[in-house]
């Protein structure tokens, strides 16, 4: 059983201090002539290094995880298990399932890096969430104003991890 809200308090103190670092950073004079210009980042290049690594690409391994609860921001998550296995830059996600607000979430997941453009896959089947248990743990003032239950099916993935490459593959 683990609770993580009183590790929040340390989140809202980092969360604070990013802010006024960017705000400080935000009213500092530009250079002269400078642009102000938000920085490109390649996320599918990011993973160049682990692929030239011979270490990480022939690295394999089995991880089989249960957890009976676990609770955070009012939210209880119970039963959470599954295996993560990574196998020459395959890492999957199979067989995971958890029970949360009087129903559950199932599926599988997949992140294979090795080709230029990381390829992900997500299949996630959620059935009985309540709605009326998902409003009260974070307004209890809420109370018996939704109810209802939440049944869906997320099926996502294609190649690339840059912006453009989710918008056209997913």
Known sequence: VMDFDGLLVASEKAAQAR???AAAAVGA????????TAPVVD????FVPLRANPIAAATSGTLEFKLKRVKSTGVVIEDIGGVVSMNNLLIALKDFSMRLFGGSAKGT????????KPEVG???VVTGLQTQKMV???MPLARDTVKGVIASTLNIGGAGLNPGDVISGW
């Open 122 to 124: 997500t299949d996630l």
């Open 109 to 116: 997941m997949s992140f294979n890096a090795r080709s230029a």
């Open 136 to 138: 009260e743990s974070q």
């Open 43 to 46: 996320y599918n290049a990011m």
């Open 19 to 21: 802010k006024t670092q």
């Open 29 to 36: 004079p530009a250079a002269k002539g400078a642009a102000l």
